[in-house]
């Protein structure tokens, strides 16, 4: 358990003290930030720190294994409805729970003053990660083709590109990039991975991978036909 924390810990700092220390110049020489300021930002950053390492360990020793059992056993279900079922809430749930997800809802909401209502489109990103994350699953099942799946789905997103709000377009791709953090990104994986290590026909690697890629275009969709319904 130390040696986890400790490799975790310094991949933490590793990651955030760049971004620390230019934050921190520019705010003492640049933009003239009180000095109280700079001692809550120091105060933030060092919670920020302790956080994520906390975070990231409780992701590797309870997430990602629960992550592979639920997949593992998933396929003696024998019966899709369910299985889909169980898919798509989990989905949802670890989207609508991801940090990243939530702050962009919450600043569209503020700067559109509530002509995209945050929770309106939580509800969105969540529904479309589950949906495509239910579809990457069927490929497994059926053994189709990544490529052409991943093709088929970006084409349907250029074509809508031509249908919806400028505005929307934007928060549509945001919305697909924010679903890749540190929370949705390792129960879709270890999901995918220990249900392909049941049904794989090639391999784990080539079965389990390109779910991220896959579910990340569901709330790109689901955010541009939002955009279309709304007008």
Same mark, same amino acid.
């Given at each position: 358990m130390f040696t986890d924390i400790k490799t975790i810990f310094w991949e933490?700092?590793?990651?955030?003290?760049?971004?620390?220390?230019?934050? &921190?110049?520019?705010?003492?020489?640049?933009?003239?930030?009180?000095?109280?300021? %700079?001692?809550? &930002?120091?105060?933030?950053?060092?919670?920020?720190?302790?956080?994520?390492?906390? &975070?990231? %360990?409780?992701?590797?020793?309870?997430?990602?294994?629960?992550?592979?059992?639920?997949?593992?056993?998933?396929?003696?279900?024998?019966? %899709?409805?369910?299985?889909?079922?169980?898919? &798509? %809430?989990?989905?949802?749930?670890?989207?609508?729970?991801?940090?990243?997800?939530?702050?962009?809802?919450?600043?569209?909401?503020?700067?559109?003053?509530g002509n995209i209502p945050s929770s309106v489109l939580l509800a969105v990103i969540g529904t479309g990660i589950g949906f495509f994350m239910c579809v990457a699953i069927l490929r497994i099942i059926l053994g189709f083709p990544l490529t052409y799946l991943m093709a088929g789905s970006y084409a349907l997103v250029l074509i809508l590109s031509f249908f919806v709000p400028p505005d929307f377009v934007a928060v549509a791709f945001d919305a697909g990039g924010v679903t890749t953090g540190p929370l949705t990104v390792p129960v879709i994986l270890s999901l995918g991975i220990g249900f392909s290590s049941v049904l794989a026909r090639k391999s784990v690697i080539s079965d389990g991978f390109g779910l991220i890629g896959l579910a990340s275009v569901g709330p790109i969709i689901g955010v541009m036909l939002m955009g279309i319904i709304t007008g």
């Open positions: 933490v700092i590793r990651a955030t003290l760049p971004i620390i220390i230019t934050v &921190f110049i520019l705010n003492l020489f640049m933009a003239g930030i009180p000095p109280g300021q %700079l001692l809550q &930002f120091s105060i933030g950053s060092v919670c920020v720190v302790v956080g994520m390492t906390l &975070f990231l %360990l409780g992701v590797k020793i309870g997430l990602l294994p629960m992550g592979e059992a639920i997949g593992s056993n998933l396929p003696g279900l024998r019966i %899709l409805p369910y299985i889909f079922g169980i898919v &798509f %809430l989990i989905g949802f749930a670890v989207t609508i729970a991801e940090p990243d997800v939530v702050v962009l809802s919450s600043q569209v909401g503020t700067v559109s003053q």
